[in-house]
């Protein structure tokens, strides 16, 4: 369909714009043909109104022979074909309101004048119908180039989101076989705290699958979900295992991929407490400075120890995702010093 009838309000600056062509073409005729500002009013008005959609038909020429090198010889004399029979029919068009309106004793010479100025309305004609042409290219070239912006937003939108998805389904929780186990060591000795940590578990699991669906929370609900996390692993580790935190409350409506945190988390549970018979201190924290938000996971670390297997992949799933949500707004550090090991996401403060 033709895109003056696609969009409200395009048809209507198109006729607008034929006002001054209308008003040339009866100065014209005035000019050429001697036609007094009645008679080139008369035949002026309706002929350039008539002109104006006849023109449009150009929309169609265009998309027919688009602009090409190969084609380019081609394309021109077919336009320039279209344009001498659109403005044949233009002339053949006022010839005949002429001798229509030469029924009126007002217009009986209208003919004899509209013929002398034929060729100066043939030759606008060939001109208007040109101008409305490249109009139209210039305005399928703006149509191609939205579409195909809109496109490539669309595959990069897609994309994104495969790469998230990909990403949350690869976030494996180590954690889960150890509970189990713990459960299974548990529910002899200690029948409570094994029921207790079953339903910790489940509620545990629930959050993470209802999260899944989601492509973004409140960063306050990835910190709930840790919460979760770490009271299942509070019944493993007991008092090897303490949690301290420092919450921007500013900070907590920000929006951040689900499960962000959750491999950060388990690798500071997994290689920063359960590495050591003693345990030790797992810190949260959160800070808003500006339209920049970080999130700290710290927890303690052996400098000369070795690096436990598997270190590493969570850290960089972590860093994809970061990057396939902000690029270059977004960061992700690690400090190890002082007998602790730092992990520090730096996000923009988007609400």
């Known amino acids: 369909m033709h895109p003056f009838f696609t969009q ?16 040339i073409l009866g100065g014209l005729l005035m000019l050429a043909g001697g036609l007094s500002l009645l008679e080139a009013t008369a035949l002026a008005a309706p002929l350039g109104l008539l002109y104006a959609f006849l023109c449009l038909s150009s929309w169609y020429l265009c998309r027919a022979f688009p602009i090409d090198s190969a084609r ?3 394309t021109a004399a077919a336009l320039a ?28 010479t209208l003919p004899d004048r509209l013929a002398r100025a034929g060729p100066v309305v043939f030759l606008l004609g060939v001109l208007l119908y040109l101008l409305v042409l490249a109009m139209h290219y210039v305005l399928d070239a703006a149509e ?24 949350r389904e690869r976030l494996n929780p180590h954690f889960l076989f150890n509970s189990l186990n713990s459960i299974a060591a548990l529910v002899a000795v200690r029948p409570e705290e094994a029921r207790s940590m079953c339903a910790l578990l489940s509620d545990f699991l629930r959050t993470t699958l209802g999260m899944s669906e989601r492509s973004s929370i409140p960063l306050r609900e990835e910190l709930a979900l840790a919460h979760r996390y770490l009271a ?11 949690v301290t935190e420092d919450l921007d409350a500013s900070a907590l409506d920000v929006p951040v991929p689900p499960l962000l945190l959750q491999p950060l988390v388990e690798n500071a549970v997994k290689h920063g407490i ?39 992949l969570g850290l960089a799933n972590v860093r994809r995702r970061v990057a396939a949500c902000w690029g270059d707004a977004g960061h992700v550090g690690t400090r190890l010093a002082d007998g602790r090991f730092r992990v520090e996401i730096e996000l923009p403060a988007e609400t």
């Open 8 to 23: 409200s309000g395009r048809l209507g600056v198109y006729l607008l714009g034929w006002i001054p062509l209308t008003a």
């Open 274 to 312: 359960g590495a050591r018979l003693e345990g030790g201190v797992l810190s949260l924290v959160t800070k808003r400075t500006g339209d920049r938000v970080s999130i700290v996971v710290e927890n303690p670390a052996d400098a000369g120890a070795e690096k436990p297997a598997g270190t590493g």
């Open 72 to 74: 380019l010889l081609a």
């Open 81 to 108: 074909v279209a344009s001498l029979v659109a403005a044949s029919l233009w002339l053949l068009s006022g010839t005949t309101l002429a001798w229509a309106l030469a029924l009126l004793p007002a217009f009986d």
């Open 232 to 242: 299942v692993e509070r019944v493993r580790f007991g008092s090897r295992l303490t």
């Open 144 to 167: 191609t180039a939205r579409d195909q912006e809109r496109r490539a937003a669309e595959l990069k939108t897609l994309a994104r989101e495969a790469e998230l998805q990909a990403l």
